[in-house]
């Protein structure tokens, strides 16, 4: 199971990039694989400003639906709209091309709620 | 959890395995929609031995079999095989079957998994006629190999002539050294193949013989994932989605394999159903708007009323559009007609169409 030490995570399996004030967010190797294929990842929050675990979107697969929870609070600035027509991204490459959405953060320097890779590893037990 | 006798086989494949009727089964290898591609363009390979077998043998083991199912077994031969159901007091689906011929006064019924122990003792307690009841499901695995490339990839492990067999018949032959598999031209994926019924001891050795001969022509194990969206996509009944204790086969849709030439459990009730024509109906459909309607989701009209569920729904990797199953009034189950499906909490729009959908 790919883990990238330089993210940090939440236990609802979504990983978080924070590069001055604004995060990248997607969900982890973890969940798309628990996911299965990918059929279409839905997000009508672009604009919105969200507390950290409000759900900011879903995520269809054959088999199963899914909400996406936000990681940090922030305001939503860009999805990744290259997931719409290819949401196999995610499955593929969840930590790079499959990104989901740009957050921008309502206090950069809170960390409350996530997890190290270490941590998170753990909580999957991989 | 019960393990079937490739559980171990599953496991060294990577597949992600999941408890489905008591069982741990693969749901899928390497991917659903690769696997549901392999069997519509070439070949997969599923263990469903899950799938329970009685066997009902003695001189009125047809009457018994008669009695039960809502299909005219008095029709089969020996090497046919029907589909058929059994029906409670009711008139509702106790569980839908395949029904074998094996020989004079020798059945075989292929039942869903999660029925085992429920089928078994409803035909136990109706068993007034002398015929004997075996479950043989513990002793009994179940291959289905389907696709457009199944017969020639099975064709090098037989000298069974599989291309002549009709659909929905079946021989007993030696396949890849193995003696007295019942090679059965059925399947529920609506690609064509075969089902090969084993005992235990030969599973593992059938399984890799067939992985091998069907190298050549892009064979993959398949999961239970794939065997669900390939089904769907011909609007096959999955028991305990479509069809259950409280639905009637007419108004599923079963009205095919509903034979009133004799008489069954619930018979003057269903034939009274078909007379009166239902009240509801098990109805394809597809969405216009973009969402994926699944087991449960209410089904709605143009004012907002709740008009019936739906049963069974996912993305159809060969359409690549959305569909369903579900149960609604006659007043609107005619194709074209416009429905409306509750997405998590939105009313998308959807449209009623034949089936099957592929």
Redesign the interface.
């Known amino acids: 199971m790919n883990i990238p030490a330089d993210l940090l995570y939440t236990k609802d399996h979504e990983w978080v990039r924070i590069e001055g004030d604004i995060a990248t967010v997607g969900i982890t190797d973890f969940a798309q694989s628990e996911l299965g294929d990918i059929v279409f990842v839905e997000i009508e929050t672009l604009g919105q400003t969200l507390e950290r675990e409000a759900v900011f979107g879903s995520v269809e697969a054959v088999k199963t639906v899914s909400d996406l929870y936000l990681p940090v609070s922030g305001e939503i600035v860009e999805v990744n709209e290259k997931i719409n027509s290819n949401p196999e991204l995610v499955n593929s490459d969840p930590y790079g091309e499959g990104w989901m959405i740009k957050v921008k953060l309502s206090d950069p320097s809170d960390r409350s709620g996530l997890l190290s890779a270490s941590e998170y590893q753990q909580l999957i037990g991989a | 959890m019960k393990q079937t006798a490739l559980t171990h086989i599953h496991r060294s494949l990577g597949a992600?395995m999941v408890p489905f009727a008591g069982f741990e089964m693969p749901?899928?290898y390497e991917?659903?929609?690769a696997e549901h591609h392999a069997v519509r363009q070439a070949v997969g390979v599923f263990d469903v031995s899950h799938m329970g077998e009685f066997l009902i043998q003695g001189p009125e083991a047809l009457d018994l079999v008669q009695s039960l199912t809502t299909n005219d077994a008095s029709k089969l031969y020996p090497g046919k095989v029907q589909y058929s159901c059994m029906t409670n007091d009711q008139g509702g689906i106790v569980d839908d079957l395949l029904v074998y011929m094996l020989a004079e006064n020798s059945y075989m019924l292929v039942v869903n998994a999660s029925n085992i122990e429920k089928d078994f003792l409803w035909i136990q307690s109706r068993n007034i006629y002398d015929a004997q009841l075996t479950d043989v499901s513990d002793q009994t695995s179940l291959l289905a190999v389907q696709g457009p490339k199944a017969t020639e990839a099975l064709q090098t492990l037989t000298d069974v002539q599989l291309g002549t067999m009709g659909y929905y018949t079946f021989v007993k032959g030696r396949m890849a050294d193995v003696d007295d598999v019942i090679i059965s031209a059925t399947g529920y994926t609506g690609a064509g193949g075969f089902e090969l019924y084993v005992p235990n001891q030969a599973a593992e050795h059938l399984w890799r013989a067939v992985l091998e001969a069907g190298q050549a022509y892009g064979i993959k194990p398949c999961g239970l994932?794939a065997r669900?969206?390939l089904r769907l996509e011909k609007a096959f009944c999955l028991y305990g989605n479509d069809i259950d204790d409280t639905t009637n086969p007419i108004e599923a849709g079963l009205g095919w394999i509903t034979k009133f030439t004799k008489t069954f459990t619930a018979s003057e009730i269903i034939r009274q159903i078909k007379e009166k024509g239902p009240s509801r109906r098990l109805v394809g459909f597809e969405m216009i708007d973009?969402?994926?309607p699944?087991q449960h989701y209410s089904i709605h009209d143009a004012e907002g009323h709740s008009i019936g569920h739906v049963t069974s729904g996912?993305?159809s990797?060969t359409l690549g559009k959305a569909i369903g199953l579900g149960y609604v009034p006659i007043s609107h189950s005619a194709p074209g007609t416009e429905i409306f499906i509750d997405i998590?909490g939105r009313h998308l729009r959807a449209r009623v169409v034949k089936t099957p959908f592929l």
């Open positions: 992600k749901v899928q991917g659903l929609i994932g669900d969206t973009r969402g994926i699944r996912t993305q990797p998590r």
